[in-house]
């Protein structure tokens, strides 16, 4: 499942004791976002962007500093000074699951401090139009007979689509061949071109792509309402 959270780096010293002056805010607000553009969490920034920039009467923009698995654009934040004027549009990674991947970090994601949680969005595992097989069981079992040889994509490692990935070949006892990419956008477009099997993608995301017949949903992280399942899907 994944997680949108907007936070904002709060500052280990006296600059966290610090009080903003005045009216809040008298200039632009930053909200970065450290993924590519045309994903779920970019959606959803510009989206707050927007309301904000409505609320505030002053200019929201968002910015994509996207690579290395969000740890580029979380690094940018955390160097930017605590005034809350930079905020930061996440996935789960750059807030919860850098810190125990990677050891020398450009940034310490315990002096983060969170503002909102925005969404919970299932992952859907999206699979090509015409990959052998019509269900998770049936994926499975063709991986298992092909090892090393059914490709998934993910958005860099550590990212929510390669852990996912990665927690199903854990489970299911297969072996698949990890393609990362820059974003969730070039992924999902090299699954509608057949270059490789599978993307977890959101399924805000896969849902369009469903409707018009171009991929397979064979299953999800967490399954929503049936309700809004069968009006969505």
Same mark, same amino acid.
């Given at each position: 499942?994944?997680?949108?959270? *907007?936070?904002?780096?709060?500052? $280990?010293? &006296?600059? /966290?004791?610090? %009080?903003?002056?005045? +009216?809040?805010?008298? =200039?632009?607000?930053?909200?970065?976002?450290?993924?590519?553009?045309?994903?779920?969490?970019?959606?959803?920034?510009?989206?707050?962007?927007?309301?904000?920039?409505?609320?505030w009467?002053?200019?929201?923009?968002?910015?994509?500093?996207?690579g290395?698995?969000?740890?580029?654009?979380?690094?940018?934040?955390?160097r930017?000074?605590?005034?809350?004027?930079?905020?930061?549009?996440?996935?789960?990674?750059?807030?919860t699951?850098?810190?125990?991947?990677?050891?020398?970090?450009?940034?310490?994601?315990?002096?983060?401090?969170?503002? *909102?949680?925005?969404?919970?969005? $299932?992952? &859907?595992? /999206?699979?090509? %139009?015409?990959?052998? +097989?019509?269900?998770? =069981?049936?994926?499975?079992?063709?991986?298992?007979?092909?090892?090393?040889?059914?490709?998934?994509?993910?958005?860099?490692?550590?990212?929510?689509?390669h852990?996912?990935?990665?927690?199903?070949?854990?489970?299911?006892?297969?072996k698949?061949?990890?393609?990362?990419?820059?974003?969730?956008?070039?992924?999902?477009n090299?699954?509608?071109?057949?270059?490789?099997d599978?993307?977890?993608?959101?399924?805000?995301?896969a849902?369009?792509?469903?409707?018009?017949?171009?991929?397979?949903?064979?299953?999800?992280?967490?399954?929503?309402?049936?309700?809004?399942?069968?009006?969505?899907?």
């Amino acid at each position: 499942m994944m997680l949108a959270l *907007a936070a904002v780096f709060g500052g $280990p010293a &006296a600059s /966290a004791q610090e %009080k903003l002056p005045g +009216a809040f805010p008298t =200039r632009t607000v930053r909200l970065v976002v450290p993924s590519a553009g045309g994903s779920t969490t970019d959606t959803l920034a510009r989206i707050m962007a927007d309301q904000l920039s409505r609320t505030w009467a002053k200019p929201v923009v968002v910015e994509n500093i996207s690579g290395a698995a969000t740890i580029i654009g979380a690094a940018q934040v955390f160097r930017s000074p605590p005034d809350g004027y930079t905020l930061m549009v996440s996935p789960p990674p750059a807030l919860t699951v850098n810190i125990m991947l990677y050891r020398d970090l450009a940034y310490d994601a315990r002096q983060f401090v969170p503002v *909102a949680l925005l969404a919970k969005i $299932p992952n &859907a595992m /999206a699979v090509r %139009k015409d990959f052998p +097989a019509t269900n998770v =069981r049936e994926f499975i079992a063709y991986a298992k007979e092909r090892p090393g040889t059914v490709t998934f994509g993910s958005q860099g490692a550590g990212t929510t689509a390669h852990l996912s990935a990665s927690q199903m070949e854990a489970l299911g006892g297969i072996k698949m061949v990890h393609v990362p990419y820059r974003g969730a956008v070039p992924a999902m477009n090299d699954i509608i071109a057949g270059h490789i099997d599978m993307f977890f993608d959101t399924l805000a995301g896969a849902i369009p792509l469903y409707r018009a017949g171009q991929i397979k949903i064979q299953g999800l992280s967490h399954p929503p309402p049936s309700a809004f399942f069968r009006l969505s899907v």
